[in-house]
Protein backbone atom coordinates (compact mmCIF):
# COMPACT_ATOMS: atom_id res chain seq x y z
CA UNK A 1 0.00 0.00 0.00
CA UNK A 2 0.95 3.43 -0.62
CA UNK A 3 1.82 5.82 2.00
CA UNK A 4 -0.69 8.50 1.82
CA UNK A 5 1.35 12.04 2.12
CA UNK A 6 -0.44 14.94 3.53
CA UNK A 7 0.10 17.44 1.12
CA UNK A 8 0.91 20.29 3.77
CA UNK A 9 2.01 23.61 2.37
CA UNK A 10 4.12 25.51 4.50
CA UNK A 11 3.21 29.47 4.98
CA UNK A 12 5.71 31.64 4.22
CA UNK A 13 8.42 32.81 7.34
CA UNK A 14 6.98 35.84 8.77
CA UNK A 15 8.42 39.32 8.11
CA UNK A 16 10.35 39.81 11.80
CA UNK A 17 12.40 36.90 10.98
CA UNK A 18 13.39 36.82 7.20
CA UNK A 19 14.33 40.86 8.59
CA UNK A 20 16.45 39.39 11.56
CA UNK A 21 17.69 36.67 9.85
CA UNK A 22 18.93 39.21 6.84
CA UNK A 23 20.04 41.80 9.25
CA UNK A 24 22.65 38.95 11.06
CA UNK A 25 24.11 38.18 7.51
CA UNK A 26 24.32 41.73 6.73
CA UNK A 27 26.67 42.14 9.89
CA UNK A 28 28.39 38.99 9.76
CA UNK A 29 29.87 40.07 5.41
CA UNK A 30 30.57 43.56 6.63
CA UNK A 31 32.26 42.37 8.97
CA UNK A 32 34.46 39.58 7.36
CA UNK A 33 34.51 42.37 4.81
CA UNK A 34 36.40 44.89 6.83
CA UNK A 35 38.53 42.36 8.76
CA UNK A 36 39.65 41.35 5.32
CA UNK A 37 40.19 45.01 4.00
CA UNK A 38 42.24 46.45 6.68
CA UNK A 39 44.18 43.28 6.78
CA UNK A 40 45.22 44.49 3.18
CA UNK A 41 45.62 47.72 3.68
CA UNK A 42 47.45 47.49 7.21
CA UNK A 43 50.93 47.03 6.06
CA UNK A 44 50.74 50.06 3.43
CA UNK A 45 49.86 52.44 6.32
CA UNK A 46 52.00 51.41 8.24
CA UNK A 47 54.66 52.07 5.36
CA UNK A 48 53.16 55.99 5.19
CA UNK A 49 53.36 56.19 9.00
CA UNK A 50 57.05 55.16 9.13
CA UNK A 51 57.63 57.63 6.26
CA UNK A 52 56.13 60.34 7.74
CA UNK A 53 57.69 59.67 11.51
CA UNK A 54 61.39 59.78 9.98
CA UNK A 55 60.66 62.42 7.82
CA UNK A 56 59.14 64.72 10.64
CA UNK A 57 61.40 63.35 12.76
CA UNK A 58 64.22 64.39 10.29
CA UNK A 59 62.31 68.14 10.03
CA UNK A 60 62.61 68.64 13.74
CA UNK A 61 66.17 67.86 13.88
CA UNK A 62 67.23 70.15 11.03
CA UNK A 63 64.73 72.57 12.26
CA UNK A 64 66.37 72.57 16.06
CA UNK A 65 70.35 72.44 14.49
CA UNK A 66 69.66 74.96 11.88
CA UNK A 67 68.14 77.45 14.85
CA UNK A 68 72.00 77.42 16.39
CA UNK A 69 73.79 76.74 14.25
CA UNK A 70 73.09 79.00 11.13
CA UNK A 71 71.62 81.78 13.34
CA UNK A 72 73.44 82.39 16.38
CA UNK A 73 76.99 80.72 16.24
CA UNK A 74 79.84 82.18 15.04
CA UNK A 75 82.03 79.45 13.09
CA UNK A 76 85.09 81.38 14.41
CA UNK A 77 84.46 80.35 18.04
CA UNK A 78 83.67 76.72 17.39
CA UNK A 79 86.44 75.95 15.03
CA UNK A 80 90.23 76.45 16.43
CA UNK A 81 92.84 76.56 14.60
CA UNK A 82 96.20 75.28 15.83
CA UNK A 83 99.50 76.46 14.43
CA UNK A 84 103.03 75.46 14.04
CA UNK A 85 105.89 78.27 14.89
CA UNK A 86 106.04 78.86 11.09
CA UNK A 87 102.34 79.87 11.39
CA UNK A 88 101.35 76.99 9.32
CA UNK A 89 98.23 75.36 9.95
CA UNK A 90 98.86 71.75 11.86
CA UNK A 91 95.12 71.05 13.04
CA UNK A 92 91.26 72.31 13.16
CA UNK A 93 89.67 71.05 16.01
CA UNK A 94 86.34 71.80 17.59
CA UNK A 95 86.50 74.11 21.37
CA UNK A 96 85.06 71.52 23.41
CA UNK A 97 83.01 74.03 25.53
CA UNK A 98 81.16 75.42 22.83
CA UNK A 99 80.88 72.58 20.72
CA UNK A 100 79.48 70.78 23.93
CA UNK A 101 77.19 73.50 24.34
CA UNK A 102 75.69 73.84 21.00
CA UNK A 103 75.46 69.84 21.48
CA UNK A 104 73.04 70.20 24.05
CA UNK A 105 71.00 72.86 23.12
CA UNK A 106 70.55 71.39 19.50
CA UNK A 107 68.96 67.82 21.51
CA UNK A 108 66.73 70.16 23.95
CA UNK A 109 65.28 71.66 20.89
CA UNK A 110 64.73 68.25 19.28
CA UNK A 111 63.28 66.96 22.54
CA UNK A 112 61.16 69.82 22.70
CA UNK A 113 59.93 69.55 19.24
CA UNK A 114 59.52 65.87 19.00
CA UNK A 115 57.54 66.12 22.28
CA UNK A 116 55.58 68.68 21.24
CA UNK A 117 54.41 66.86 17.77
CA UNK A 118 53.76 63.82 20.44
CA UNK A 119 51.35 65.98 21.93
CA UNK A 120 49.55 66.79 19.02
CA UNK A 121 50.82 69.94 17.80
CA UNK A 122 52.06 68.88 14.34
CA UNK A 123 49.94 71.10 12.24
CA UNK A 124 51.50 74.12 13.67
CA UNK A 125 54.83 72.23 13.66
CA UNK A 126 54.73 71.76 9.88
CA UNK A 127 53.46 75.55 9.10
CA UNK A 128 55.97 77.09 11.19
CA UNK A 129 58.52 74.99 9.12
CA UNK A 130 57.80 75.66 5.76
CA UNK A 131 57.71 79.04 6.57
CA UNK A 132 61.25 79.15 7.66
CA UNK A 133 62.50 77.09 4.80
CA UNK A 134 60.52 79.05 2.66
CA UNK A 135 62.54 82.19 3.94
CA UNK A 136 66.03 80.10 4.50
CA UNK A 137 68.99 80.61 2.47
CA UNK A 138 71.51 78.24 1.82
CA UNK A 139 74.00 80.35 1.13
CA UNK A 140 76.06 82.27 3.43
CA UNK A 141 75.65 85.78 3.47
CA UNK A 142 78.23 87.64 0.46
CA UNK A 143 77.16 84.61 -2.12
CA UNK A 144 75.00 85.62 -5.12
CA UNK A 145 72.43 83.34 -6.13
Known amino acids: MKRLRKDRRRNPLPFSTVFIISFTIFLVLTVLGLIFVEYGIRPTLMTI ?19 RI ?17 GNLTS ?13 EATTRVQRSLESINEGSIA ?22
Do not use: C, H
Open 70 to 86: VNELDIDELVLLDKNGK
Open 92 to 104: IRFDPQIYNRVTA
Open 124 to 145: EFLMTWKMKMRDYSLYPSGYGR
Open 49 to 67: AKTETQRIAAQSINDAVSK
